[in-house]
């Protein structure tokens, strides 16, 4: 079965770093696009990035642009979000889905990420 | 883009059927028919429930229905149950090649 564990969530300070990693299995990744979605405290979902099967097409939310860098290993059958720069308001959950012609068929169950001094 | 607007919150009682609205633009919902909906309930991971406006993936029961009609698409809960009883999220593709969610919408069974 499709399984989607993030990991590399916690706490740090504003203007610092954190990598995000998402671990697939289930599935032959690199034929799928994905996604990073985030939650933040008692708010909406908000879609993130996504990247190809391949790599060669990636798209950021604008909140994200240039501070977050999405990437994959398809010989891991791993996704990254590397994310730099961050911010009081990137406080939140953040999911990887599987996308699957423009649908999100498959979540994982988020990795929380606290910035804060 | 900005997020697609829906109800803040819905309720009904088990067994009625409630419909949960979501309205875009003539970018998004209005020119795709790429609307999907997401139940998220706490701790749990997000679950795809309507895809492509209104196809339901295997598994899902088909208390489940969606439609659309020009910049609005809905959700649709018949026979509501408990476990019903959660936070649902509209999506949509859009003309910039990226997706958008909905406000979201809690859903209380009473």
């Known amino acids: 079965q499709v399984q989607l564990v993030e990991s590399g969530g916690g706490l740090v300070k504003p203007g610092g770093s954190l990598r995000l990693s998402c671990a697939a299995s289930?599935?032959?990744?690199?034929?799928?696009?994905m996604s990073w979605i985030r939650q933040a405290p008692g708010k909406g979902l908000e879609w993130v990035s996504y990247i190809s099967s391949s790599g060669s097409t990636i798209y950021y939310a604008d909140s994200v642009k240039g501070r977050f860098t999405i990437s994959r290993d398809n010989a891991k059958n791993s996704l990254y979000l590397q994310m730099n720069s961050l911010r009081a308001e990137d406080t939140a959950v953040f999911y990887c889905a599987r996308l699957t012609h423009v649908r999100f068929d498959y979540w994982g169950q988020g990795t929380l990420v606290t910035v804060s001094s | 883009q900005s997020a697609l607007t829906q109800p803040a919150s819905v309720s009904g009682s088990p067994g009625q059927s409630i419909t949960i609205s979501c309205t875009g633009t003539s970018s998004d919902v209005g020119i795709y028919n790429y609307v999907s909906w997401y139940q998220l309930h706490p701790g749990k991971a997000p679950k795809l429930m309507i895809y492509d406006v209104s196809n339901r993936p295997s598994g899902v029961s088909i208390r489940f229905s969606g439609s659309k009609s020009g910049n609005t698409a809905s959700l649709t809960i018949s026979g509501l149950q408990a476990e019903d009883e959660a936070d649902y999220y509209c999506n949509s593709y859009t003309t910039s090649s990226t997706p958008v969610f909905g406000t979201g919408t809690k859903v209380t069974v009473l």
């Open positions: 289930g599935f032959t990744f690199s034929d799928y696009y």
